[in-house]
């Protein structure tokens, strides 16, 4: 079956990069997500990447997949406390599924 | 559009009553999810729905849960009788797409229904 793991927790001071990572198991994932959510609120799609890139660039946020290894990442240029919240990585299968989610805390 | 909307945003019930939870998803999508967060084990998914018909239930923890879809605008998730374990938060999240690998598949969260079972 489908599993996504994750570290659990995360610190960083701010206006350092952050780097967040997960690896997955069904290798026919067709598209891979971050999700953020934070503190009382839903999940929210925070960027995607296609399998057949390697890696996704959006502003201050890069995304790297190494399909070999099933590894993804979220790297955070700049960080800011308004970014301390909760990461999770999803694969697409017959539904997303989710990593437990890695809680990031920037601190000032 | 409003978004998905959920209520109760909390619910605090005693063990053994019945809790029913309610979701409305963005018009026009066409796929439904129940979740259910907390520390210990994530956030699971429990129930999907495609045009209105269940397609994997294999989540949903027991017999004490059920969902239904009586419409394309309208979910509920029912707890009965509820327990202490089931204390979570309850996410319903809508797809403008159908599931599978080959599909883009944006998630479109409500806010939660924060569940206490005393």
């Known amino acids: 079956g489908e599993d996504v793991e994750q570290s659990l927790f995360l610190s960083v001071r701010e206006g350092d990069s952050s780097v967040i990572n997960c690896t997955y198991t069904?290798?026919?994932?067709?598209?891979l997500y971050w999700y953020k959510q934070e503190p009382g609120a839903g999940l929210q799609l925070l960027t995607y990447?296609?399998?057949?890139?390697d890696m996704k660039q959006d502003q201050r946020l890069t995304v790297l997949l190494n399909k070999k290894d099933k590894h993804l990442s979220l790297r955070i240029a700049d960080t800011q406390t308004g970014d301390s919240a909760i990461y999770f990585c999803?694969?697409?299968?017959?539904?997303?599924?989710f990593g437990k989610g890695t809680m990031l805390l920037v601190s000032p | 559009d409003a978004g998905v909307i959920q209520s109760p945003r909390h619910e605090v019930t005693e063990m053994g009553q019945e809790v029913t939870l309610r979701c409305k998803p963005i018009?026009?999508?066409?796929?439904l999810f129940w979740y259910r967060q907390t520390m210990m084990r994530g956030l699971e998914l429990l129930i999907y729905?495609?045009?209105?018909?269940?397609?994997?239930d294999s989540g949903m923890p027991e017999d004490r849960f059920s969902a239904k879809m009586p419409n394309a605008s309208f979910s509920t998730l029912k707890i009965q009788p509820s327990e202490p374990r089931d204390s979570a938060v309850y996410f319903c999240?809508?797809?403008?797409?159908?599931?599978?690998?080959?599909?883009?598949?944006?998630?479109?969260f409500g806010p939660g229904t924060r569940l206490t079972v005393l």
């Open positions: 999240a809508s797809s403008p797409r159908g599931d599978g690998p080959l599909h883009y598949n944006e998630q479109f």
């Open positions: 069904d290798s026919s994932s067709t598209y």
């Open positions: 990447i296609f399998s057949n890139m």
């Open positions: 999803a694969e697409s299968y017959s539904t997303l599924t």
């Open positions: 018009s026009g999508h066409n796929s």
């Open positions: 729905f495609n045009n209105n018909v269940p397609i994997d």
